[in-house]
């Protein structure tokens, strides 16, 4: 007899997972507004580049779509060493947690 999905496995689907994102394939719709430190991006390069991303950015997926709103410097310092993907800490959500952030 099928009863639905168990509580454990819709904590499984809404995540959190650590998965690597290719950078352009993460949404960051409010960075215009928000200017990175220059000084914390170029320290988060060196350290990334000498001993990798130490802690995942958080970004939430919302209908196979990828979206970031914190991490900003660590994606910055990503773009700038011309990484490809970044490690990122994945919350599934939905299109109303979307307009909360944006909010
Ligand atoms: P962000 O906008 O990316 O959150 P912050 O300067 O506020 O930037 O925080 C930097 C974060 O990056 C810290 O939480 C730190 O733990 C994390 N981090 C991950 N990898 C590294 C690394 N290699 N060197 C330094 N900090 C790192």
């Known amino acids: 007899m099928n009863q639905g999905p168990s509580p454990f496995s819709e904590i499984k689907k ?3 997972f650590v998965l690597e994102i290719p950078l352009d394939k993460i949404r960051r719709p409010l960075t215009r507004t928000r200017a990175n430190d220059p000084v914390k991006v170029k320290e988060l390069m060196e350290s990334i580049r000498e001993i990798g991303l130490q802690e995942p950015i958080d970004v939430l997926e919302v209908d196979g779509i990828y979206y970031g709103f914190s991490g ?3 994606f910055e310092a990503h773009q700038r060493l011309g990484l490809p993907t970044i490690r990122c800490k994945v919350r599934r959500g939905t299109k109303e947690t ?3 952030h944006l909010r």
């Open 72 to 74: 900003c410097h660590r």
């Open 14 to 16: 809404r995540g959190p």
């Open 98 to 100: 979307l307009r909360h």
